[in-house]
């Protein structure tokens, strides 16, 4: 539950920051503070309904794929994957507050989702790691078990790793996989 939990928060201020740049750099679009509200709707289609829609379309297109060259064949992927953005951004307009007038209010901001989607796999690894800690850090807090904070005089985090592998043996990748396990 935890990992659902880190990776719908950190998607979730991805895309917050990605539809406030649509707003900004799109005349058509309005999004202003509906970007809370249309982020949860574009982040529950990016886990959910994206993955869904783009494994329908590629089954449809595998059928005459025999018949394309391959570079007809990058083309008709780079297609659906403009067409599920292209879906998934009337979705947010259609359930949010996000107003879009005009064509190319509509024929933009999919490319922009993309671009955005594309950083954030670049950047993915790292938001999932600070919001995990933050995570670790708010259950520790109301459960009542956490440690105490870091003071000035606490020890450097390598000797820190290496005391908790003296005392249990594990390497921190190993504590850190038992972890994920759990």
């Known amino acids: 539950m935890k990992n659902g ?3 719908f928060a950190a998607l979730y201020v991805f895309n917050v920051a990605v539809l406030l740049l649509i707003g900004l750099l799109s005349a058509g679009v309005s999004v ?22 783009t494994g329908a ?6 059928k005459s794929a025999a018949d394309r060259t ?5 083309v008709v992927q780079y297609v659906l994957v403009y067409v599920v ?8 307009v259609w359930l949010s507050g996000v107003r879009a007038s005009g064509f190319w ?5 999919p490319l922009f989702l993309l671009f ?7 950047v ?8 995990g800690e933050l995570y670790d850090a708010v259950q520790s807090k109301v459960s009542g078990s956490g440690k105490k904070t870091a003071s000035a005089s606490a020890p450097a985090s390598e000797t820190r790793a290496a005391r908790d592998e003296l005392n249990d043996g594990l390497t921190p990748e190993q504590r850190r996989m038992l972890d994920e396990l759990g």
């Open 57 to 62: 379309f590629r089954k449809a297109a595998a």
């Open 32 to 53: 202003g503070f509906h970007a809370l509200w249309a982020a949860v709707i574009l982040t529950l289609a990016a886990l959910f309904v994206k993955p869904l829609l």
């Open 70 to 74: 391959k570079t007809g064949e990058k």
């Open 85 to 92: 953005e292209l879906l998934i951004w009337a979705a947010v």
């Open 105 to 109: 209010s509509y024929a933009l901001p």
């Open 116 to 122: 955005g989607w594309m950083i954030y796999d670049q």
């Open 5 to 7: 939990i880190v990776r």
């Open 124 to 131: 993915d690894d790292k938001l999932r790691a600070k919001a």
